[in-house]
Each structure stands twice: as structure tokens, then as C-alpha cells.
């Protein structure tokens, strides 16, 4: 199974703006809502950003959020501040039992 | 607050059996709305979903390393496990534990990851 498609890296200037996109197929994110987000920072754990395309679990700020059209998922994270600057991997479920990860994008705050 | 826990050798030969166990904490994993994942993480690459495993012992694989993996649930230690068989130095990577309790949405908690590195 392939990974889903992530660019390798995205950057932004302190309080710009910045989209990463997820790209999938129609039996990945094109058919599936359970589709997420992660931060890691060097080192450490994924921590859990966005969850079901646009929800946010507890304590991450409303500067993150999600959405999807068709096989493309996408993770925007507004008003970018310096601890903002981490891996991001989108994830999405692919047919029945099974979980696809990104190639995960690298953000610079610049 | 759930707390998940990686243990197992760091050092593993070539075609010998990759062992971890995940140590859950703050919470029962026997709870039959938790899923428990295993995710790893090759040195400067990305994540790949390794397999998901239930309380009752059901499991599911990533196709690609089904054949060589077997995943299980010890409700009595609190704890579920991975054996990956004939590992090569392809499978060197960190390996995370992980919470999903939403049946297949995504993964809450992770514990801190181990190093297990592939080599004689």
C-alpha cells in the first residue's frame, strides 16, 4: 500500500498563514471522514492536531484546522508562531482495518 | 490521564523476532471501545501503521508485514504486545504504542516511542 502524498516541505513567516496539503485516492481520504493530523516535534512522540477532517481534540488552538475535497486533505495553520515549526503527517483509514500515514511535511517558520 | 509505556530490546539480529510490549497506564485496556495500534518510524523518514489489536485479541495488519507479525492482548498486566519475525535492517525504525478510542478515527495517545535497531 502506498503512502499518501504529502510535499516535503512548507514554510511561512511569523503570523502568515500556511497549508499543507494530504493527497489520497478514492478508497483512502476520497471515502473516508476519519482522516487526521499529527505535529511531531524533533525527537518526540505525534501529537494529535486534527481528527475526523476538522475537529480538534482539547487544548490545540483554534489556529489549526482541517478540511477535505474529494481525495485531497488539508491541514491550515494560521497566524503561525515560532513552536508551530514541526513535522506534520496527515493519516486516513484505506478500506476496512486499515490506516494510511503521509510522508509527512516538513514547516519552517521563517 | 492514559499513559502508554514501549519496552523491548534496542538491539535486534537480522532474521531473529522483534519483541515489544506496551505497558498501559491510567486506564484498562480491556475497555472494548479502545483500539491499540502500534505505529513505527524509520530514522528521518515518516510513519507507517504497523497493526491494531482489541481487548478480545482481534488484530488487524498492515498488509505488508502481516506475514511476519502477530500482535496480542495481556488484560491481566494491563499490557499488549508485538513479535515481528524475521526482521532485516529495513525494520530498524522507532516503534510507538497508541491509543485509538474511536474505532479507526485516530490515535489519542502515544507513548515515547523505542529505538529498535536491526544489525549483528
Known amino acids: 500500500q502506498s503512502a499518501l502524498t504529502q510535499p516535503p516541505s512548507a514554510s511561512g513567516s511569523p503570523g502568515q498563514s500556511v497549508t499543507i496539503s494530504c493527497t489520497g485516492t478514492?478508497?483512502?481520504?476520497?471515502?473516508?471522514?476519519?482522516v487526521s493530523w499529527y505535529q511531531q516535534h524533533p525527537g518526540k512522540a505525534p501529537k494529535l492536531m486534527i481528527y475526523e477532517v476538522f475537529k480538534r481534540p482539547s487544548g490545540v488552538p483554534d489556529r489549526f484546522s482541517g478540511s477535505k475535497s474529494g481525495n485531497t486533505a488539508s491541514l491550515t495553520v494560521s497566524g503561525l508562531q515560532a513552536e508551530d515549526e514541526a513535522d506534520y503527517y496527515c493519516?486516513?483509514?484505506?478500506?476496512?482495518?486499515?490506516?494510511?500515514f503521509g510522508g509527512g511535511t516538513k514547516l519552517t517558520v521563517l | 490521564q492514559l499513559q502508554l509505556q514501549e519496552s523491548g530490546p534496542g538491539l535486534v539480529k537480522p532474521s531473529e523476532t522483534l519483541s515489544l510490549i506496551c505497558t498501559v497506564s491510567g486506564g484498562s485496556i480491556s475497555y472494548s471501545g479502545y483500539y491499540w495500534g502500534w505505529i513505527r518510524q524509520p530514522p528521518g523518514k515518516g510513519l507507517e501503521w504497523i497493526g491494531t489489536?482489541?481487548?478480545?485479541?482481534?488484530?488487524y495488519y498492515n498488509p505488508s508485514l502481516k506475514s511476519r507479525l502477530t500482535m496480542s492482548v495481556d488484560t491481566s498486566k494491563n499490557q499488549f504486545s508485538l513479535r515481528l519475525s524475521s526482521v532485516t535492517a529495513a525494520d530498524t525504525a522507532v516503534y510507538y504504542c497508541?491509543?485509538?478510542?474511536?474505532?479507526?478515527?485516530?490515535?489519542?495517545?502515544w507513548g515515547q516511542g523505542t529505538l529498535v535497531t536491526v544489525s549483528s
Open positions: 489489536v482489541r481487548y478480545s485479541g482481534s488484530t
Open positions: 497508541a491509543l485509538d478510542s474511536s474505532s479507526w478515527s485516530h490515535f489519542d495517545y
Open positions: 478514492s478508497s483512502d481520504i476520497g471515502n473516508c471522514n476519519y
Open positions: 493519516s486516513s483509514c484505506a478500506g476496512t482495518n486499515n490506516v494510511l
